[in-house]
Nanobody, 122 residues
Framework: QVQLVESGGGLVQAGDSLKLSCAAS????????AGWFRQVPGKEREFVTR????????IAVDFVKGRFTISRDNAKNTLYLQMNSLKPDDTAVYYC???????????????WGQGTLVTVSS
């Protein structure tokens, strides 16, 4: 099992930046690909971005490219999401996820965090 705990959410204004963290424990984090998803109440959870085990490969959806950056520090067992130029449409609960497959982590990962709320006011 991999336990994931997100932090760093909060209320910000449009145009602001925010950095989310996801602390992993339980197993060797560097063996797992990781990713971020988000969910607006009443809507499906959607994939945002993913990163390979060593951080060499990254994939992001078009609507966050150039604004959001995923990174990881395996020595600290931590995943990050740097979010810049935030928009009201980015308001959602953000979840981190992990899976031993880089492909699967962006579709149906085995492990999930509990989520952290990001609210962007206009």
């Amino acid at each position: 099992q991999v336990q994931l705990v997100e932090s760093g959410g909060g209320l910000v204004q449009a145009g602001d930046s925010l950095k989310l963290s996801c602390a992993a424990s339980g197993r060797t984090f560097s063996n797992y690909a990781a990713g971020w998803f988000r969910q607006v109440p009443g809507k499906e959870r959607e994939f945002v971005t993913r990163i390979s085990q060593k951080g060499a490969s990254k994939i992001a959806v078009d609507f966050v490219k150039g604004r959001f950056t995923i990174s990881r520090d395996n020595a600290k067992n931590t995943l990050y999401l740097q979010m810049n130029s935030l928009k009201p449409d980015d308001t959602a609960v953000y979840y981190c996820a992990a899976d031993n497959s880089f492909l699967r982590v962006g579709v149906n990962p085995d492990f999930w965090g509990q989520g952290t709320l990001v609210t962007v006011s206009s």
